[in-house]
């Protein structure tokens, strides 16, 4: 068979040449994957990773300690929805120095700051449901908890934060541009398209919102529109337009003039049928790559609000918060709990970057 010459197949053979575009590629098909499978991957899979341990804050990675679970009434729950939010629990953990099995108890150490001697308590049988003899608690109720990336100031695991706060980011990131693209792609068009007046109109329109700093409008937006993670989706959403209206406006602009748009006026095809089945197909280019610019601009700013305490809301993890709860602990000694989500953060803005340009090198006609 004689291979395809489509523009299509073109583009995807001159992106396998591309080495980092391929590298973003599969770096953010895993980052997907991970946000996907977050609460089946995170060691602690409760509801927003916000299980606490007070007495083990900001332990380093690899910190290990046995871990009393304390059982409570369990909270009806079907299996996907923990996988996709986590599981409701009201089960509590105690970390543990050591422990000491008794006729009917069990009698623990809490675990302190070394040199010091914890708290010692005693638990009745009775409480263990699951334990028929005392011997048979500390197989379903103590276990050895290992914390690869540490724990945060509230002893929290970082590493099941990082997971489930990858979902924020990439979650932002996505309803962020798509609401950009409506907006963009229809104002844009039909300033192109009409022209005069209509140009007019929506060009002042560009331009005021263009002025406005964007932080400072999003901020505007999410106070207006009140705290929250979908408000913070809409704020950014709606100052991210702007560049996507310009783009397509010119290349409409461009594009309007070419004969075969003549041609469907010429045959009486209404405006709508033109713009949307002969003009955007043709201008969509630019507009692709700019979405991945884009999408890295609404990581960066949801980080941005979240640190500023505008963005996802505690309990939820988003990298950004995590980055304001321990920023000033870059100068006491712990900065992996800051550097961590500021790494992550790079990362897949850098993708989205490399992305962005590997598509433009794609897509350019004079390649």
């Known amino acids: 068979m004689v291979p395809s010459k489509s523009l299509g197949n073109i583009a995807l053979q001159k992106f396998k040449k591309n080495f980092w575009g391929v590298f973003s590629f599969l770096f953010l098909t895993l980052c997907t994957l991970i946000a996907v499978f977050a609460y089946a ?51 509590s953990e105690i970390p543990i120095a050591h422990y000491t099995l008794k006729t009917n108890s ?9 040199g010091v001697e914890g708290l010692t308590k005693e638990y009745p049988l009775a409480i263990f449901k699951e334990a028929r003899a005392v011997e048979e608690v500390p197989a ?13 100031k509230y002893g929290r695991d970082l590493l099941s934060r990082m997971l489930v706060g990858i979902r924020v980011s990439l979650a932002i990131g996505l309803v962020a541009v798509l609401i950009s693209l409506l907006i963009g792609i229809s104002l844009g ?7 005069e007046k209509v140009d007019a109109a929506i060009m002042w329109l560009i331009n005021v919102t263009w002025s406005i700093p ?11 529109l009140g705290k929250g993670f979908w408000q913070v989706f809409i704020a950014v959403g709606l100052t991210m337009w702007v560049e996507v209206a310009r783009v397509v406006r010119g290349q409409v602009l461009s594009v309007k003039q070419m004969q075969y748009v003549t041609a469907a006026k010429a045959l009486g095809f209404k405006h ?59 100068i006491l000694g712990k900065p992996y709990l800051a550097i961590i989500p500021g790494l992550a953060i790079m990362s897949l803005v850098t993708a989205f ?12 006609v004079k390649n």
Request: hydrophobic fraction near 45%.
């Open 214 to 224: 964007t932080l400072l409008l999003v901020i505007a937006i999410t106070l207006a």
């Open 272 to 330: 709508w049928r033109i713009i949307t089945n002969h003009i955007l197909p043709n201008s969509l280019a630019p507009v692709i790559i700019i979405s991945a610019a884009n999408f890295a601009s609404a990581i960066l700013i949801e980080s941005g609000l979240s640190f500023l305490g505008i963005g996802a809301q505690p309990p939820m993890p988003s990298w950004g918060g995590i980055i304001k709860d321990h920023y000033s602990y870059i």
């Open 140 to 152: 379903a109720y103590i276990s050895e908890k290992t914390f690869l990336l540490g724990t945060d």
């Open 106 to 114: 069990v009698e623990i150490t809490e675990y302190t700051m070394e």
């Open 41 to 91: 991957l995170a060691p602690d899979n409760s509801q927003n990773a916000n299980q606490m341990h007070l007495s083990i804050h900001s332990k380093p990675p690899g910190f290990s300690v046995k871990v009393l679970t304390l059982p409570a009434e369990e909270i009806e729950q079907n299996g996907l929805s923990v996988f996709f939010f986590g599981k409701k629990t009201t089960a």
């Open 189 to 195: 068009a039909l300033a192109g398209y009409f022209g």
């Open 353 to 364: 970057m490399l992305m962005g340009n590997a598509l433009r090198d794609v897509l350019d």
